[in-house]
Nanobody, 113 residues
Framework: QVQFVESGGGLVQAGGSLRLSCAPSGRTFSISNMGWYRQAPGKQRELTAFISSSGNTNYADSVKGRFTISRDNAKNIVYLQMNSLKPEDTAVYYC???????WGQGTQVTVSS
């Protein structure tokens, strides 16, 4: 199975922005539906943003209007632009197929108030 490597997380103040990137580890993979998931401490992992193989997107209500998912199929990279970050966005963020396959390590996003 293909595993994905996430990057771009960090510590940011409320109202700030971050851009996450995701690329497959190892061999390339066929174009498929992709998503950014997140898991906050003590909570279940949830699908936050979705992009289909054709580029259609959908978002959880909690991030709608603030997050933007995009993909570069030529480079096999999926991005998540996060603006107007809030402390409740603090979580480990993962990218994966939808439905999910093997999980990577994720990237930590911490938003301070």
């Amino acid at each position: 199975q293909v595993q994905f490597v996430e990057s771009g997380g960090g510590l940011v103040q409320a109202g700030g922005s971050l851009r996450l990137s995701c690329a497959p580890s190892g061999r390339t993979f066929s174009i498929s539906n992709m998503g950014w998931y997140r898991q906050a401490p003590g909570k279940q992992r949830e699908l936050t943003a979705f992009i289909s193989s054709s580029g259609n997107t959908n978002y959880a209500d909690s991030v709608k209007g603030r997050f933007t998912i995009s993909r570069d199929n030529a480079k096999n990279i999926v991005y998540l632009q996060m603006n107007s970050l809030k402390p409740e966005d603090t979580a480990v963020y993962y990218c994966n197929r939808v439905p999910a396959g093997m999980w990577g390590q994720g990237t930590q996003v911490t938003v301070s108030s």
